[in-house]
């Protein structure tokens, strides 16, 4: 049983550039959600896909924004990278109907922006 | 804003301690809680979830819930060197944010040999 994937697992940019980041729910899961890390702070809400809609949405801007495709993966794609954008980018999936809603992250994916 | 507090640590305890893990979270509307452990350079791992006051037991890990006081703690029993690793707390409250997940910044924990 698979669990969640993530591609790539790092990934260099300059400023002004744009990113797209993938994920794979682990088997059986229809949830997507979106972390970032920065170093040494907890995973901060990005935002949720179900059903290929945006469920809900963290204080991240506009040039955060993501998809959900009719298999449940998703991307997670930045516009005008900034240097803050570097951080450990998580993925995480969730089955609607589960206990709790518990949720299990991807091996992530390293950004830096210079 | 919904806060999740942990002490940043470091917390070091020898092998085959007990290590005690607290977590106190702002939002009384909370109603899931997890515990992740994330080793350095890699994601967080689920280690345990507790939705009812009282304790749940995992192994060597123990969670603990006490709605009323808004805090939510995890021991770890006859600690291993392999235990060293950032602990971090979750909660999910229903409602608005039904499924978003509120962190901690995490305690670091090291067990010493």
């Known amino acids: 049983d698979a669990g969640v994937t993530q591609s790539p697992t790092h990934l260099i940019k300059t400023r002004g550039q744009q990113v797209t980041l993938r994920c794979s729910p682990k088997s059986g899961h229809d949830t997507v959600s979106w972390y970032q890390q920065a170093l040494g702070q907890g995973p901060q809400f990005i935002f949720q896909?179900?059903?290929?809609?945006?469920?809900q949405r963290g204080n991240f801007p506009d040039r955060f924004s993501g998809h959900q495709f009719p298999n449940y993966s998703s991307e997670l794609n930045v516009n005008a990278l900034l240097l803050g954008d570097s951080a450990l980018y998580l993925c995480a999936s969730s089955s609607s109907g589960g206990v709790g809603d518990t949720q299990y992250f991807g091996p992530g994916t390293r950004l830096t922006v210079l | 804003q919904k806060e999740v507090e942990q002490n940043s640590g470091p917390l070091s305890v020898p092998e085959g301690a007990i290590a005690s893990l607290n977590c106190t979270y702002s939002?009384?509307?909370?109603?899931?809680f997890f515990w992740y452990r994330q080793y350095s350079g890699k994601s967080p791992e689920l280690i345990m979830f507790?939705?009812?006051?009282g304790d749940k037991e995992d192994g060597r890990f123990t969670a603990q819930l006490n709605k009323a006081s808004q805090y939510v703690s995890l021991l770890i029993r006859d600690s291993q060197p392999s235990d060293s690793a950032t602990y971090l707390c979750?909660?999910?409250?229903?409602?608005?944010?039904?499924?978003?997940?509120?962190f901690g910044r995490g305690t670091q924990l090291t067990v010493w040999p």
């Open positions: 507790i939705y009812s006051n």
């Open positions: 896909y179900y059903e290929e809609e945006e469920r």
């Open positions: 939002d009384r509307g909370s109603q899931s």
């Open positions: 979750a909660v999910n409250t229903r409602g608005s944010t039904l499924g978003r997940l509120y």
